[in-house]
């Protein structure tokens, strides 16, 4: 019993060594050596395809956009990782008013082109609206 124990012991270390050169080895995946206590990978992809759908201009912008954000700060993602993920999301009305009718300078930045799609898809709620709402929950 002891003999196998000082077996594993003094064999350990080799097990140690070959895992320390995979990762200094550039052709060991990068990620196999960053791995947590739990065994996920400690790095998050830059996308979440499916987190969230497209947006095509008929849905509610302010629960999309919600959702999308809330996304994003999951991810911690920068102005520029946002815009990579929104852009393709865009189709239908949406993405031909994104695409056709916005200048370069608006495509180009998040917090722009977030301000210009909520002032163009946003719901305009008036009180008889609101009232025929408020009756079908009723």
């Not at 990620?31 to 759908?53: H, L, N, T, V």
Request: proline share 4%; with cysteine; glycine share 6%.
């Amino acid at each position: 019993m002891t003999s196998g124990f000082r077996r594993d012991v003094n064999n350990s270390h080799f097990a140690d060594e070959r895992n320390n050169d995979r990762c200094s080895d550039p052709y060991y995946e990068r990620r196999q050596c960053k791995r947590g206590y739990d065994g996920r990978s400690s790095e998050r992809p830059m996308r979440a395809e499916s987190k969230f759908r497209l947006f095509s201009g008929t849905e509610n912008w302010a629960v999309w956009i919600a959702k999308f954000e809330a996304i994003a700060d999951r991810y911690h993602w920068g102005p520029d990782e946002k815009l990579d993920n929104i852009l393709p999301k865009l189709e239908g009305l949406a993405g031909e008013f994104a695409f056709t009718q916005l200048p370069p300078h608006v495509i180009n930045n998040y917090d722009i082109l977030v301000a210009v799609m909520t002032n163009r898809f946003r719901m305009i709620e008036t009180a008889q609206s609101y009232a025929a709402r408020l009756n079908r929950r009723v």
